[in-house]
Nanobody
Framework: QVRLVESGGGLVQAGGSLRLSCAAS????????MGWFRQVPGKEREFVAA??????RTYYADSVVKGRITISRDNAVYLQMNSLKPEDTSVYYC??????????????????WGQGTQVTVSS
């Protein structure tokens, strides 16, 4: 069984940092890369960042992260979040895409999803 497991969420004060991790168990989840999304209740899940295997090209939602977030990988995929703001409060999900995608920012490009990890930023 293929699973994606996120960790590293929690409560942090505004201006603080968190590093989220996403590990895959079972066989390789995706041959193409990994992405991070976030969602708050009542809103659509939104793209945050993605990394493509083979070259390591990265993709960011500039309107969301504005230079505050970095995606990286070794044996897991990480989302380093700095200068956190209360509006970053959300459940963060990692996801495995099913393509060498044109954008990596669309929900339909992803097949595998983790269960999510809560990030809460207090003001």
């Amino acid at each position: 069984q293929v699973r994606l497991v996120e960790s590293g969420g929690g409560l942090v004060q505004a201006g603080g940092s968190l590093r989220l991790s996403c590990a895959a168990s079972g066989r390789t989840v995706s041959s193409y890369g990994m992405g991070w999304f976030r969602q708050v209740p009542g809103k659509e899940r939104e793209f945050v960042a993605a990394i493509r295997w083979g070259g390591g090209r990265t993709y960011y939602a500039d309107s969301v992260v504005k230079g505050r977030i970095t995606i990286s990988r070794d044996n897991a995929v990480y989302l380093q979040m700095n200068s956190l703001k209360p509006e970053d409060t959300s459940v963060y999900y990692c996801a495995g895409p099913s393509c060498y995608c044109s954008s990596y920012s669309l929900l339909r490009e992803y097949t595998y999803w983790g269960q999510g990890t809560q990030v809460t930023v207090s003001s």
